[in-house]
């Protein structure tokens, strides 16, 4: 599926977007406690880092599911570093993405206001075109030894 994201609904990302020399953004909805997340973010830590930094492919804005802001500042400095974040406590903009992309952990839907049914469930990456705003949810970029796709990220060996 792919459509276009409305920047200007989205501070923060807007920003991150704005100020990427990246072709792409991902945003990686997640959380330190949930298992499925921890091979995910591992390998995209991997993929990160295999970057040229001089001429990245990809930026990395992670939204939290974690359950304070305590927890996503630890998973922050032991499991990514230098992605960016979208604040623990901007709860509007991490809120509203989760809802645009129907991204969110079983136990937020009661809070977020919405049902189990056609969410994607963590871990969950989208990946936003920084010049065309393009949105990709089932896609793959491929550049030199990094192969980087919106469900599975893995590395070329």
């Known amino acids: 599926m792919t459509d276009y994201f409305d920047i200007d609904s989205f501070p923060v990302t807007s920003k991150v977007i704005k100020e990427s020399k990246s072709e792409l953004l991902c945003l990686y909805f997640a959380a330190s406690w949930c298992p ?5 973010t591992a390998s995209l830590k991997e993929l990160y880092e295999k970057q040229d930094m001089n001429k990245k492919l990809f930026e990395i804005l992670y939204v939290s599911s974690d359950s304070s802001a305590e927890q996503m500042a630890k998973s922050a400095e032991s499991s990514f570093g230098s992605w960016f974040v979208i604040p623990f406590l901007n709860v509007e903009e991490r809120t509203n993405l989760k809802k645009h992309f129907k991204a969110y952990a079983g136990k937020e839907a009661s809070v977020l206001g919405l049902g189990m049914v056609g969410r994607n469930g963590i871990p ?4 936003i075109n920084c010049k065309t705003y393009q949105v990709t949810h089932s896609g793959e970029v491929t550049s030199g030894d990094i192969h980087l796709s919106s469900n599975i990220f893995s590395s070329r060996r």
């Open 36 to 40: 499925d997340c921890t091979p995910v």
């Open 124 to 127: 969950y990456v989208v990946v």
